[in-house]
């Protein structure tokens, strides 16, 4: 069945340690998406791509970095300059692309990242 | 800049009607998205709004007004396992970016 997978379903970072958080869809999307979310609140965006070999910031992009190699994969690496990563990670990806017409997003199960 | 509002929690009878409300103030507007979260879990897909009106899925329909910057989610006849979160989101004018708002808490009683 096509899916966003993300992994792990939890990770634990020690202080000053980077970590990776895995997103891989099936789906065919062109565009792919990372969002935190808090305890009690909604979704920010961290960075999204629309393409192969682009991305852009978003709303909270600071400590964070992304890449997109393949069309499949979206990791991101929550670097030792975040300083207070702890939160639930969602990536999400849509067959949207400027001029196709607005798709729904499609979400991962999601990652929850803990400081230890 | 970018605003979207809900209330964070409301409480209804199961088998009852609710409204969830979501008024935004957005720098553009190409849409809105209304998603449904159970805790812990991954948000899904409910309905989208892009013109003026009302869509109706089911139990769930979703009302616009962009003159207004206005939309709302009914829910009829409410079951428990509609007990979650409900996100309001707004895509921007160049459809790349979906603004989402707080998400209101939904607790459905017997």
């Known amino acids: 069945d096509g899916g966003i997978t993300q992994s792990p379903k939890y990770l634990f970072r020690k202080e000053g340690q980077n970590v990776t958080l895995s997103c891989e869809q099936n789906?065919?999307?062109?565009?792919m998406y990372w969002y935190r979310q808090d305890p009690g609140q909604g979704l920010r965006l961290i960075y999204y791509?629309?393409?192969?070999?682009?991305?852009q910031k978003g709303d909270i992009a600071e400590g964070y970095s992304v890449s997109r190699e393949k069309k499949e994969s979206f990791p991101l690496t929550v670097t030792s300059a975040q300083k207070n990563p702890t939160a639930f990670y969602l990536c999400?990806?849509?067959?949207?692309?400027?001029?196709?017409?607005?798709?729904?997003?499609?979400f991962g199960d999601g990652t929850r990242l803990s400081i230890l | 800049g970018q605003n979207i509002d809900q209330p964070t929690e409301m409480t209804a009878t199961e088998g009852a009607i609710v409204q969830i409300n979501c008024t935004y103030q957005t720098s553009g507007f190409n849409g809105l998205f209304w998603y449904q979260q159970h805790a812990g879990e991954a948000p899904t897909f409910l309905s989208y709004?892009?013109?003026?009106g009302l869509e109706e899925k089911g139990r769930f329909s979703s009302f616009l007004s962009r003159s207004k910057g206005y939309s709302y989610l009914l829910l009829k006849e409410l079951q428990m396992k509609d007990s979650a979160s409900y996100l309001c989101?707004?895509?921007?004018?160049?459809?790349?970016?979906?603004?989402f708002g707080p998400g209101t808490r939904l607790s459905v009683l017997p």
């Open positions: 999400a990806s849509s067959a949207s692309r400027q001029g196709t017409g607005n798709q729904p997003q499609h």
């Open positions: 791509s629309q393409i192969v070999n682009d991305f």
């Open positions: 709004n892009v013109l003026d």
């Open positions: 989101a707004v895509v921007d004018n160049y459809g790349q970016n979906f603004v």
């Open positions: 789906l065919n999307h062109d565009a």
